[in-house]
């Protein structure tokens, strides 16, 4: 059993359909088609970079502590994930901000309860604003399941699987992120480089075309 519904709060008028029609209408599943947003902290994030994820209408899922600022930026939530104290005191916000939803967490697992919900719920892609980038390596069992780009500050992550990633750059930096001592082989028109992971490596890249290879799995940060 991957998510239990009962743990979801919702205000339901007798005039407003119930949770499980939702999770039928032909809107919920038009979204599911686009990445979910998952907004876990909003401390050194702007409305200016969450926006251009919003265009097409993603569902969105909160955590308790970055609710306040969502708001604020004038954004319908779908989804709040709560410890049951918010829940008691905010409950309001499921009238104001209808149709939102609250999914009960405990112990603090803001990110594992969402992910969980995405793939109860059939998403294929989800954005997750506000994660230390260092807790990449945690998501690599849900890579089954989901896509997953992660937004740490100025800089979006996205994780190579096959050992191979390609790509045309501008003149420009990005990370490496893998496990300590991991060695990459970087190609681009300017030659050919051998490197050996450590924490924050950074690599400059001419403009063109850039292939890195390596073993197992390994993440690329990409300033946005």
């Known amino acids: 059993q991957i998510i239990n519904t009962s743990n979801l709060s919702t205000f339901q008028p007798s005039n407003f359909p119930t949770f499980q029609s939702l999770m039928s209408s032909h809107h919920f599943v038009k979204e599911q088609q686009e990445p979910a947003l998952l907004i876990l902290n909003t401390a050194g994030i702007s409305f200016d970079q969450v926006a251009p994820l919003l265009e097409w209408v993603p569902t969105l899922l909160v955590a308790q502590e970055a609710v306040p600022v969502v708001l604020s930026w004038g954004i319908k939530i779908d989804l709040i994930l709560a410890e049951m104290e918010f829940q008691k005191s905010n409950y309001h916000l499921l009238e104001e901000q209808y149709p939102v939803k609250f999914l009960g967490v405990q112990g603090d ?23 230390d980038h260092l807790k990449v390596f945690d998501l690599e069992p849900m890579l089954e399941f989901l896509d997953i780009v992660v937004w740490d500050g100025p800089i979006r992550y996205f994780p190579i699987q096959n050992g191979q990633f390609k790509k045309w750059f501008p003149e420009t930096s990005i990370q490496l992120h893998a496990p300590e001592g991991t060695i990459l ?35 690329i940060g990409e300033f946005v």
Do not use: C, M, R
């Open 109 to 131: 697992k803001f990110l594992d309860e969402g992910l969980q919900y995405l793939i109860a719920s059939k998403h294929g892609a989800v954005n997750i604003i506000g994660l």
């Open 185 to 219: 082989e970087i190609q681009n028109p300017e030659g050919n480089e051998i490197v050996q992971v450590k924490y924050a490596t950074f690599i400059e890249v001419e403009e063109g075309t850039t292939i890195i290879k390596g073993k197992g799995n390994f993440w």
